[in-house]
């Protein structure tokens, strides 16, 4: 079993940045691959980014191509988010996931085994 807890969501204006962190607990982290995927309100969960266990393969959605960044530290457990020029359709709830399938970065939300509760992150305009 692993626990995921996000946290650096926030209010912040359309232009500006947000950084997220995900601590994980539980498991080995570095025989993870992990994910962020996001949900705005009426909508369905969906992929922002993900990364291998070694941190060498990333793979984004585009629309935060060349914006957000996903990274790792494996010795802290932990897995981030750094989010800039944000626009307020980035508005959405954060999650933060992990797949056994350390080497991939999968793309489909039934490709991973734990997830975290979230983070809110509020864009305005």
């Known amino acids: 079993q692993v626990w995921l807890l996000e946290s650096g969501g926030g209010l912040v204006q359309a232009g500006g940045s947000l950084r997220l962190s995900c601590v994980a607990s539980?498991?080995?982290?570095?025989?993870?691959?992990m994910g962020w995927f996001r949900q705005a309100r009426g909508k369905e969960r969906e992929f922002v980014a993900a990364?291998?266990?070694?941190?060498?393969?990333?793979d984004y959605t585009d629309s935060v191509k060349g914006r957000f960044t996903i990274s790792r530290d494996n010795a802290k457990n932990t897995v981030l988010l750094q989010m800039n020029n944000l626009k307020p359709e980035d508005t959405a709830v954060y999650y933060c996931?992990?797949?056994?399938?350390?080497?991939?970065?999968?793309?489909?939300?039934?490709?991973?085994?734990?997830w975290g509760q979230g983070t809110q992150v509020t864009v305005s305009s």
């Open positions: 996931a992990a797949t056994n399938r350390r080497s991939a970065t999968p793309r489909f939300k039934y490709e991973y085994d734990y």
């Open positions: 539980g498991g080995v982290f570095n025989t993870y691959g």
């Open positions: 990364l291998s266990w070694s941190g060498a393969r990333t």
